[in-house]
């Protein structure tokens, strides 16, 4: 049988363990970096080394691609579903979200600065810019290159 003491510490206990898991979580949500990529026009250097699409009804309505010069993205979107298209990326220990919320037929482009000759993984995404989130279950696959 639990006495009225032993209660005590196993809510204490878990109350602690809640806590250091919220404090995480909400670490590692902070730590992401959340951007809006407004330029118009890459860099004179860029070439497209790595691109991936999202495809639905057989037309290709989303796209993401980087460049290692200069470490450039470009994000387009090709549908007019209200969504933002959104390049969801990970470099090392760093991470973040390019949201294009520009609308229908809009090419946008950000410019990172990433370590040389670090993999970098990405992917496109549906989002919404207003609210800086990724719509669950709608990202590519992984793809990844060089920086």
């Not at 309505?61 to 390049?87: E, H, I, K, L, N």
Request: charged share 20%.
């Amino acid at each position: 049988m639990i006495d009225n003491r032993s209660l005590k510490r196993i809510s204490t206990v878990a109350g602690t363990l809640s806590a250091a898991l919220l404090l995480t979580v909400t670490q590692a949500n902070a730590a992401a970096e959340v951007e809006r990529a407004t330029a118009t026009e890459s860099g004179n250097d860029v070439f497209w080394a790595k691109c991936v699409n999202k495809y639905y009804d057989g037309a290709n309505r989303y796209q993401a691609c980087f460049s290692p010069a200069g470490d450039w993205f470009s994000v387009s979107d090709f549908d007019s579903d209200g969504s933002s298209a959104v390049v969801d990326w990970e470099v090392g220990n760093r991470s973040g979200s390019i949201f294009n919320a520009d609308g229908f037929g809009a090419v946008r482009y950000k410019n990172k600065d990433f370590p040389e000759d670090a993999t970098i993984r990405f992917r496109i995404c549906l989002g919404h810019w207003s609210t800086k989130t990724i719509t669950g279950g709608s990202c590519s696959g992984w793809v990844s290159n060089l920086t």
